[in-house]
């Protein structure tokens, strides 16, 4: 039951969560300073499936780079990802209003 905008989501959601995280931070080969957030989201457009994953980390404080796994994120895998060495393809333009961070 949701409470102020917070929702509770299950000790497995969350060991998802992390679980993405950290072969993010290996797969990248990103160091202990960088920071990662995993979320999953609802898509609400037609022809979009139901819940995707987005991942989004910082290589410093002004460089982000993202994706999109399109599966709920206990269902993500290491596999999912671009390979490492497209890292900087993966950085995500400023745009005003960018949805996901």
Known sequence: MPTL???RKSLDHRAAIAR????TRSHFRL???DTIMVAEIECGVPGCP???TVIAFW???TRRHHARVFKPVEQV???DLPPWWMKDAL????VFGCPCC
């Open 5 to 7: 905008g917070v929702v």
């Open 20 to 23: 993405v995280k950290d072969f």
């Open 31 to 33: 160091s202990d300073d």
């Open 50 to 52: 139901p819940l995707e």
């Open 59 to 61: 290589t410093d404080e």
């Open 77 to 79: 895998v290491e596999d």
């Open 91 to 94: 950085v995500a333009e400023e």
